[in-house]
């Protein structure tokens, strides 16, 4: 039990200083409201109605993220490799080139289509 002592205690700190940054925040900060701060925030665009059934997104918002994942799930596939690399022997390096032969073959086919364009 006396090993999960130290953990314990970081997560109290982390508990009150996030308790503490907010309780601080809202007795210091500014209390002057006006329309604009009390608006809904679009990237400093005037907020818009919506239409009624949501209306259309992009498809490109959805292809960007899945692009994202596709290469964040390879950083994280290759660090207990790299972790590991001495012990897996020849055997793991063969396959950590299948893999990654594989994910840039798929890199060459985005890039040739325009999956990483912004229009």
Do not use: H
């Not at 498809?59 to 790299?82: G, N, Q, R, S």
């Amino acid at each position: 039990m006396s090993s999960y002592v130290p953990i314990l205690v970081l997560g109290a700190l982390a508990l009150a200083f996030a308790l503490f940054s907010v309780v601080a925040g809202s007795l210091t900060g500014p209390k002057r409201y006006n329309r604009a701060k009390l608006d809904s925030y679009e990237c400093g665009i005037e907020p818009t109605p919506q239409p009624v059934g949501g209306g259309r997104f992009p498809i490109k918002y959805y292809l960007t993220a899945m692009l994202f994942i596709v290469f964040d799930i390879e950083i994280i596939f290759l660090y207990p490799w790299a972790v590991t690399f001495d012990s897996l022997g020849i055997f793991g390096l063969v396959e950590m080139l299948l893999f990654i032969v594989t994910v840039f073959v798929a890199y060459a086919y985005v890039w040739r289509r325009g999956g990483l364009e912004w229009d």
